[in-house]
Structures are given as C-alpha cells and as structure tokens.
Nanobody
C-alpha cells in the first residue's frame, strides 16, 4: 500500500523560502507511469496544483508559480521536495503531496494523497 507523508515547518516568515518534503512508502518515485505533485489549498479557496515531478525526473510547474517554485527528488530516500521562495501571507495554505497516473494539472484527478500539512506565513 502506497502512502505519502508531508513534513516541514508549520510557520515561516514572509520573504523566506519554504521547504516541504513528501516521503513515499510502499512504492517508488521512479515507477512508470506515476506523477508526483504538490497541491495546496489556501483558506476558503479551491485546491491549486503547484507542479510536480515525473517518474523519469522531469518537472512541471504552474505558470503563476513557476518563478518561485522548485521541485526535486532524492530517489535514495524515496522523497520529493518543494521549495517555494519569496513567501507572502498569501502562501498560507494546507500543502498536500499527491500521486496520479501521469501528468495531471487538475487536483481532483489525483487518486492518492498525503494527509496535508498546514503552513502559515507570518508578515
């Protein structure tokens, strides 16, 4: 059974860089055809796909966030990481990692999710 668990700081200051890690168990980040993404939900708003990394290591980013986002992976630890820089209070959200059967940009197309982690950006 594949499980995803997010980890990272719950509170960060504006202008800093957020680093979140998703640890995957029961399955491999390199397994075809899976796609591993970061999705967030600000309070009172819809889910927002941020970007992801393919089984072969290629990455994709949401255009509005592309300049501030980086996604990487450590296959030896079976983890993938989100870096989001130049934080503002508008980046306050619950952040999820998730898996789909290929590149998907609609959050509801993801069938496997972590439990989510709350990140608050203080001004």
């Amino acid at each position: 059974q594949v499980q995803l668990v997010e980890s990272g700081p719950g509170l960060v200051e504006a202008s800093q860089t957020l680093a979140l890690t998703c640890t995957v168990s029961g399955g491999s980040l390199t397994a075809y055809p899976y796609y591993w993404a970061w999705i967030r939900q600000p309070p009172g708003q819809d889910l927002e796909w941020m970007g992801g990394i393919r089984y072969d290591g290629d990455t994709d980013y949401s255009p509005p966030l592309r300049s501030r986002t980086s996604i990487s992976r450590d296959t030896s630890k079976n983890q993938f990481t989100l870096h989001l820089n130049s934080l503002t209070p508008e980046d306050t959200a619950v952040y999820y990692c998730a898996r789909a059967d290929g590149l998907r940009t609609l959050p509801h197309d993801y069938g496997l999710w972590g439990q989510g982690t709350q990140v608050t950006v203080s001004s």
